[in-house]
């Protein structure tokens, strides 16, 4: 939710399964399966005449129904053989930023019933609480992609058709979904026992985490253990992150020692 590819080679963007068309859901009746190609799903980039920064008309009109082609169509491509990035759909730029998620979150909200702002903040839905605790912008943002399923954990990314190993990366001990990320991995767990909030959300179901995480968020009654419980979360995302952009291996006593910078 939010984020979308920006085509480049087409070679990172599964064709059926990644949300890349502007303003435009692809389903079933938009293409043509008997035609398309088999073995895992097509990538973007059959699609795209390589080297000439055009689509081809010849795959998109065999391919897709009118309305689906004309809306890839009016996508530009670049001339020279760049890769696909992740874009934030709701800035002009395709920069995110704070106010647009913020803009975003409350329009989701209003759609599904709504909140109004002169409740008391114990009567506020659990993201409210998170928005108007006083951390940084980012932390908000990290437990709003959590509350959405945005955040890209291996089931994630396996879900959008990105390669990779749905191994916990930390552990190894099982697939990296938020739950094992977030409560059963061996850094959370230490991490948990170490803030002394290893008590918190006792007796609730912890089948799904986000579900998990907004049932306790609702039950804190003080702003300052809603800081507390984000300060462990951003702490086991970033000693995930440590291990799998920087290549680092640490002990379990790395992640205690470093709790103190969970703002960095």
Not at 118 to 145: A, G, H, T, Y
Request: charge should be positive.
């Amino acid at each position: 939710m939010g984020l979308r590819w920006q085509a480049g080679n087409g070679q990172s963007i599964s064709l059926l399964h990644s949300n890349w068309i502007p303003r435009f859901q692809l389903d079933p009746s938009c293409y043509n399966p008997r035609i398309l190609p088999e073995g895992g799903g097509p990538l973007v980039a059959e699609v795209i005449c390589q080297g000439e920064g055009r689509w081809s008309d010849e795959k998109l009109s065999q391919w897709f129904d009118p309305p689906t082609s004309r809306a890839i169509k009016a996508i530009l491509l670049p001339r020279w053989d760049v890769p696909d990035k992740l874009i934030w759909h709701f800035t002009a730029d395709g920069v995110f930023s704070v106010k647009s998620a913020y803009h975003l979150a409350v329009d989701l909200d209003r759609r599904r019933g709504g909140w109004r702002s002169s409740v008391s903040w114990m009567d506020k839905p659990s993201w409210i609480r998170v928005w108007e605790v006083k951390i940084p912008p980012k932390l908000k943002v990290f437990v709003w992609q959590i509350l959405n399923r945005a955040l890209p954990t291996m089931e994630a990314l396996i879900e959008k058709k990105v390669q990779v190993l749905p191994r916990c990366p930390v552990c190894w001990n099982g697939p990296e979904t938020m739950e094992h990320l977030f409560l059963y991995c061996t850094v959370a767990r230490v991490l948990w026992d170490y803030s002394g909030l290893e008590y918190l959300g006792e007796g609730l179901p912890r089948h799904t985490f986000p579900l998990f995480l907004k049932r306790l968020l609702v039950l804190i009654h003080q702003p300052s253990v809603v800081m507390a419980v984000v300060a462990v979360l951003w702490r086991i995302w970033r000693s995930r992150n440590w291990v799998v952009f920087e290549g680092k291996q640490f002990g379990i006593l790395a992640p205690m020692r470093q709790f103190h910078q969970q703002y960095e």
